[in-house]
């Protein structure tokens, strides 16, 4: 973002499928925009239900991230205007039997109010 009351926020993309990493070249042009790129081995689960991506992604990025709220967007999300974000302060849970669908471990994450 270059304009608006984001324009400051810290962008972290992150990989956790290192072997569906982006190349130099898309690193390069992240790297330009200022945005932090990082490959982590999250997913090796070759589970085929992909948006386990984005939770093990906003669940690792949780763990070391200063600021009180995380925004997780998929890859195909398009900003075209400044966002208006509303805090829902209900969390991120994972249920009982989610291993089995995703492949992960369990683990719970709190609302970061």
């Given at each position: ?73 998929d890859t195909d999300t398009v900003l075209v ?15 009982p039997g989610c291993e089995r669908v995703c ?11």
């Open positions: 973002m270059t304009r608006g009351r984001y324009r400051e926020a810290p962008i972290l993309a992150v990989s956790p499928r290192p072997h569906l990493a982006l190349g130099s070249e898309a690193r390069a042009h992240l790297a330009r925009l200022g945005v932090t790129y990082a490959v982590e081995p999250l997913n090796d689960t070759g589970n085929p239900y992909g948006t386990i991506n984005r939770i093990v992604a906003g669940a690792w990025a949780e763990t070391f991230s200063p600021r009180p709220y995380l925004v997780l967007l205007g400044e966002p208006s974000f509303a805090r829902a302060d209900v969390g991120v849970r994972l249920g492949g992960c471990s369990r683990s719970p994450m709190r609302s970061r109010a």
